[in-house]
T-cell receptor
Framework: QQQVKQSPQSLIVQKGGISIINCAYE??????FPWYQQFPGKGPALLIA?????SEKKEGRFTISFNKSAKQFSLHIMDSQPGDSATYFC????????????FGTGTRLQVFP | GAVVSQHPSRVICKSGTSVKIECRSL??????MFWYRQFPKQSLMLMAT?????????EQGVEKDKFLINHASLTLSTLTVTSAHPEDSSFYIC?????????????FGSGTRLTVV
């Protein structure tokens, strides 16, 4: 119930291409779905997040698509750049709760020039 | 924006000794802080939830006597790894969010790389 499944485990994309990472959750009480970006040796940083009242959110080159009925959400990185090479984690939580974030297993993205 | 400072960033200790890691919220107060552990190429595993002025809540399988957590003020939580062994070598990360903010307020420290030799 508390799991967040993430795929793929790793992703190699050419510069300028689209990177797509998918996540699925089970707990219907989750109502906050962030994506974090982590560089080696650093803590995760919030990239973009969505709540279930919208099906899509876009910030610059980053877009979250959310499918409430399927309990799935995905991150799209348009015009991927070598600087986007990092590990990406999806997560889920309950907005108003002091409860924890439940993290996906992570996707290591490599963008080649 | 909210900043969480973690210290030290790297520490090497001998097997059997104890190591203390500090997590500070620099510009906000946090009644709750979280401690995570991350092995290479793996996800963040929540170890415990640190509550200001009360006992920490540990996740299943985490030894509370080995990983001592103290949250003595609204801006400081510490994790002490007692009698460290090589298998405790890992990347430890803390997180906090300002009081009254929703889940978007979670901010992570930059992590502590612990190596036990």
């Amino acid at each position: 119930q508390q799991q967040v499944k993430q795929s793929p485990q790793s992703l190699i994309v050419q510069k300028g291409g689209i990177s797509i990472i998918n996540c699925a959750y089970e707990n219907t009480a989750f109502d906050y779905f962030p994506w974090y970006q982590q560089f080696p040796g650093k803590g995760p940083a919030l990239l973009i997040a969505i709540r279930p009242d919208v099906s899509e959110k876009k910030e610059g080159r980053f877009t979250i698509s959310f499918n409430k009925s399927a309990k799935q959400f995905s991150l799209h990185i348009m015009d991927s750049q070598p600087g986007d090479s990092a590990t990406y984690f999806c997560a889920a939580s309950i907005w108003g709760n002091t409860d924890k974030l439940i993290f996906g297993t992570g996707t290591r993205l490599q963008v080649f020039p | 924006g909210a900043v969480v400072s973690q210290h030290p960033s790297r520490v090497i200790c001998k097997s059997g000794t104890s190591v203390k890691i500090e997590c500070r919220s620099l510009d906000f107060q946090a009644t709750t802080m979280f401690w995570y552990r991350q092995f290479p190429k793996q996800s963040l595993m929540l170890m415990a939830t640190s509550n200001e002025g009360s006992k920490a809540t540990y996740e299943q399988g985490v030894e509370k006597d080995k990983f001592l957590i103290n949250h003595a003020s609204l801006t400081l939580s510490t994790l002490t790894v007692t009698s460290a062994h090589p298998e405790d070598s890992s990347f430890y990360i803390c997180s906090a969010r300002p009081q009254g903010q929703g889940a978007s307020g979670y901010t992570f420290g930059s992590g502590t790389r612990l190596t036990v030799v």
